[in-house]
């Protein structure tokens, strides 16, 4: 996961103010609901130290319009009286509201509440062409269709069983359709970027529009016999197999970044020291955070600038800032690697095997003096 949309976040100075809420459930889209989460929210950041302007910008951001519809939660990010990022989450807290105050935005949970979701283009798919529509966190949306040749479509009767250049001519006419819409899905894959691709309609149909598609994109294809063009699809059970290819692909990723960070060895760096090092060097390539993970809420020293993060306090000194703050060991790596341009991932112990120790890995740019893992 690419981190340069946190990147305004980390171009002013904090404290920071930073809440997560579950906007999931239809009452709480109500006004009187949006009023109750801002208060309890401005008031757990008064009790934490916020100042009154910034705790009165999270409240009108909080109390002004809902997110999108079918949101499952809300991340809100304020510092010097401003919101500086409002994005909505695809997944709820596990808490209805989590607020924190600190020198830096509490932005750990983000990459697992809003990011794990892929972007799935679907095609509905029949004899003519195809129905193309992209689903992502914020919602769906119709991708344009490919039409092609409306005839012939259909096999010849009994009486014309005979007429063997008809029945190539309709056997012609599905190919030359499959072919275009493959080629669609190629063209609206890459404007998407999307991650998955399900291919719905008729088996005879969806099969020979996945045979089409190029090779590159073989492994983000998925078929469903639900959902089709025709009348009386059933929505919900292609709702269904475009949830699980979505969770799938996250499985999938998640695993083939372990496997890369395991084969590594020596550009490969995990628990907190290690990673620090690797911050203050702009080391880090890639970076792994297992929210279940020990050292992920560990207690590290931070500057105002990216690289300035020590494990001591007293370490901080030698990195040119005399007065530095207490930051969680995650979010001060996440600021480091979005500051240089390194992706994040997200891993489950109970999803993917082994984990970074602690909760905690890196792949390198280049390795330490020292060795890799510690």
């Known amino acids: 996961m690419r981190l340069s949309?946190?990147?305004t976040l980390y171009e002013r100075p904090g404290p920071w103010a930073s809440v997560h809420l579950d906007t999931g459930r239809t009452a709480e889209s109500t006004p009187a609901r949006r009023e109750l989460q801002a208060r309890e929210a401005c008031g757990a950041l008064?009790?934490?130290g916020a100042d009154e302007a910034t705790g009165q910008a999270v409240y009108e951001a909080l109390t002004g319009e809902p997110g999108p519809a079918g949101g499952a939660g809300r991340a809100v990010f304020a510092a010097g009286g401003q919101v500086v990022l409002d994005r909505p989450l695809a997944t709820a807290p596990p808490t209805a509201v989590d607020t924190r105050w600190s020198a830096l935005p509490r932005v750990a949970p983000l990459l697992d509440l809003a990011?794990?979701?892929?972007?799935?283009?679907?095609?509905?798919?029949?004899?003519?062409?195809?129905?193309?529509?992209?689903?992502?966190?914020?919602?769906?949306?119709?991708?344009?269709?490919?039409q092609g040749l409306d005839w012939p479509v259909h096999r010849a009767g009994r009486d014309e069983l005979s007429d063997s250049h008809f029945q190539r001519s309709v056997e012609n006419t599905w190919e030359h359709n499959a072919e275009e819409v493959a080629k669609a899905i190629v063209t609206c894959q890459e404007e998407a970027h999307a991650d998955v691709i399900v291919l719905a309609g008729d088996v005879r149909e969806r099969r020979s529009v996945h045979r089409r598609l190029p090779a590159g994109l073989q492994d983000r294809v998925v078929e469903s016999g639900h959902g089709g063009r025709?009348?009386?699809?059933?929505?919900?059970?292609?709702?269904?197999?475009?949830?699980?290819a979505a969770e799938e692909h996250v499985r999938r990723s998640a695993a083939a970044g372990l496997d890369r960070f395991r084969s590594a060895h020596e550009t490969a760096a995990e628990g907190v020291r290690p990673l620090v090092d690797a911050a203050r060097e702009h080391r880090i390539a890639e970076l792994f955070v297992c929210p279940e993970g020990g050292d992920t809420h560990r207690e590290v020293w931070v500057g105002p600038e990216p690289d300035q993060v020590a494990v001591r306090r007293s370490d901080a000194h030698y990195l040119g800032e005399m007065h530095p703050s207490s930051a969680r060991a995650d979010d001060a790596l996440l600021r480091s690697a979005a500051m240089t341009g390194a992706p994040a991932q997200v891993v489950h112990i109970d999803g993917v095997g082994s984990v970074p120790a602690g909760g905690l890995g890196a792949l390198l740019r280049w390795p330490s003096h020292d060795g890799g893992h510690q």
């Open 115 to 146: 990011a794990q979701a892929p972007v799935c283009l679907v095609a509905y798919i029949d004899r003519i062409g195809a129905d193309l529509e992209v689903r992502t966190p914020l919602g769906r949306r119709s991708a344009g269709q490919a």
């Open 230 to 244: 025709a009348e009386g699809a059933s929505a919900k059970l292609l709702d269904e197999d475009v949830k699980r």
């Open 5 to 7: 949309f946190l990147s």
């Open 46 to 48: 008064r009790r934490q």
